[in-house]
Nanobody, 125 residues
Framework: QVQLVESGGGLVQAGGSLRLSCAASGGPVSSYTMAWFRQAPGKEREFVAAKRRIVGTTYYADSMVGRFTLSSDNDKNTVDLQMNNLKPEDTAVYYC??????????????????WGQGTQVTVSS
C-alpha cells in the first residue's frame, strides 16, 4: 500500500511562489493517478491537479491553469506542485492523493484510496 508524505507548505505573500512535494513509498508514483487537492476552512475538498498513470497526461482545475504545474520524478518517487502567482484564496491545506481512478472521476476526492496528511499553505494579502 502506497504511503504519501507532503512537504513544502508555508506562509507566502500574494504574488509569491511555493513548491509542494509529495514523497511516495510502498509503490511507484507512475503506477497511480497522482493528484493534489486542497481544503480551506469550512469548504469541501477541492481538486487542484492530477497526472494520469501510464499516459502521464496532466489536468488542472480551471483556476489553477497557468499558475500551478504538477510534475513527477520517477527516480525520486515524488510528485511536486509548483504554485506561482499565489492569491489569498489559495490558502488551504493541500493534500496529495493516489489511486487507480477513472478519468471521469479524477476530480472527485472520494475516488482516491491513498492520502497524505496534508500541508498548510497560507497566502497573505
Amino acid at each position: 500500500q502506497v504511503q504519501l508524505v507532503e512537504s513544502g507548505g508555508g506562509l507566502v505573500q500574494a504574488g509569491g511562489s511555493l513548491r509542494l512535494s509529495c514523497a511516495a513509498s510502498g509503490g511507484p508514483v507512475s503506477s497511480y493517478t497522482m493528484a493534489w487537492f486542497r481544503q480551506a476552512p469550512g469548504k469541501e475538498r477541492e481538486f487542484v491537479a492530477a497526472k494520469r498513470r501510464i499516459v502521464g497526461t496532466t489536468y488542472y482545475a480551471d483556476s489553477m491553469v497557468g499558475r500551478f504545474t504538477l510534475s513527477s520524478d520517477n527516480d525520486k518517487n515524488t510528485v511536486d506542485l509548483q504554485m506561482n502567482n499565489l492569491k489569498p484564496e489559495d490558502t488551504a491545506v493541500y493534500y496529495c492523493a493516489a489511486g487507480w481512478v477513472p478519468l471521469s472521476s479524477q476530480g472527485r476526492h472520494n475516488s482516491y484510496a491513498h492520502w497524505g496528511q496534508g500541508t498548510q499553505v497560507t497566502v497573505s494579502s
